[in-house]
């Protein structure tokens, strides 16, 4: 039997283009149309992956009644707005993180979304990397025992990033940009992350930029029951890329331990009574990194995108969701504000002061 396909529309054809990459090879899904402000972005994508329609319009692909799902890739300042618009004209959403800024549009999300009947997905990527992939199997299989202990950083020189205009305008965060990877995955296991406490600093190079939000942090968070997370980043500076990988997700249980890894397509796991492994994925390469260099995330947006048309065909809600999300939001706020005032902030606080029920 034949499975259903679903129609998508893409907005924002910069950090789209994975998502394009996607959909145009997989056998689940029709593009569409696509749209950007730039034109020259439109043409550029048009040429490099041969389809036929583009617009400059948001409105042309919220009004085509054969688009089942839209896919929001433009700046982060954009999403709130570009998401409310495509619930509003009855479609399904899949959104590139950070789902939102800040927390102020949270609450009239909520009530869009849950008078809609759509369902709205946040592409965390990092969720979806072969080696991440393995280790939450493992977790869930139970071969790390009591799991209380999650130490997840995401360290990169991203000084190409500060290259795009949108990147050094009001709004821009590397917490909210690049930490949020870390962040979703430390959260991903200790899902009832209650409080945070750490430290940022602003680099000399993240002010050439005229950036003040911090460029380096470290941060300790408990959930309810006193585990404890680790999660660290930095991203102005020098990496040591031949040693240490981009992204990292460490597993610390009374049976076993593991760590996963991006961008290398490594897993190392010890699940006594084995001797330590490294699993290497190095063959699926060319499935993730598609285009030029590691910094794109084209295999995780095809997993995602064939696990979201699955949830839809089992009436399963696609994780991480909108809840998840505003949540995950909702522990950022709270980093921001004990960085600023060095002292521990509760998660709950900050949900109250914006009247989020979840």
């Not at 190079?205 to 460029?215: C, Q, R, S, V």
Request: proline share 4%.
């Amino acid at each position: 039997m034949n499975k259903p396909k679903y129609k998508l529309g893409v907005i924002g054809l910069g950090e789209g283009r994975s998502i394009i990459s996607a959909a145009l090879q997989s056998e689940r899904w029709d593009l569409v149309n696509v749209c950007d402000i730039n034109e020259e972005m439109c043409k550029l994508r048009k040429d490099e992956f041969g389809f036929q329609r583009y617009t400059l319009n948001y409105m042309d692909l919220l009004n085509d009644p054969e688009i089942d799902v839209i896919a929001i890739y433009t700046p982060d300042q954009l999403h709130g707005r570009h998401i409310q618009m495509a619930l509003e004209a009855g479609k399904h959403v899949i959104v590139t993180k950070p789902m939102l800024h800040s927390l102020e549009e949270a609450s009239g999300l909520l009530q869009v979304w849950r008078s809609s009947g759509k369902h709205v997905f946040v592409g965390q990527s990092s969720r979806f990397f072969e080696p991440m992939i393995h280790q939450r199997n493992d977790f869930l299989a139970g071969y790390h025992g009591e799991v209380d202990t999650v130490e997840t950083s995401y360290i990169s020189d991203s000084r190409w990033f500060l290259q795009k205009d949108w990147s050094r305008q009001r709004g821009f965060s590397w917490l909210y940009n690049f930490m949020i990877h870390a962040v979703d995955l430390a959260k991903w296991y200790l899902p009832e992350i209650e409080e945070v406490f750490g430290y940022g600093h602003s680099s000399n190079t993240n002010k050439e930029y005229g950036l003040t939000a911090p460029d380096s942090m470290r941060f300790v968070m408990k959930d309810k029951e006193g585990r404890i997370a680790q999660v660290s980043g930095s991203y102005t500076k020098p990496s040591l890329q031949h040693i240490e990988p981009g992204i990292s997700c460490t597993l610390r249980g009374t049976k076993g331990t593991s760590r996963a890894v991006y961008s290398n397509l490594l897993y190392h796991t010890h699940f006594p009574p084995e001797q330590p492994v490294t699993h290497t994925f190095e063959e699926k390469f060319p499935y993730y990194f598609r285009f030029e260099g590691t910094s794109h995330h084209a295999g995780e947006y095809q997993n995602y995108i064939e696990y979201f048309t699955d949830c839809l065909e089992h009436g399963e809600t696609p994780k991480p969701d909108l809840m998840e999300g505003i949540h995950t939001l909702s522990i950022l706020t709270a980093m921001e504000r004990s960085m600023e005032s060095g002292t521990p902030v509760k998660v709950n606080d900050v949900l109250s002061e914006f009247c989020l029920e979840l």
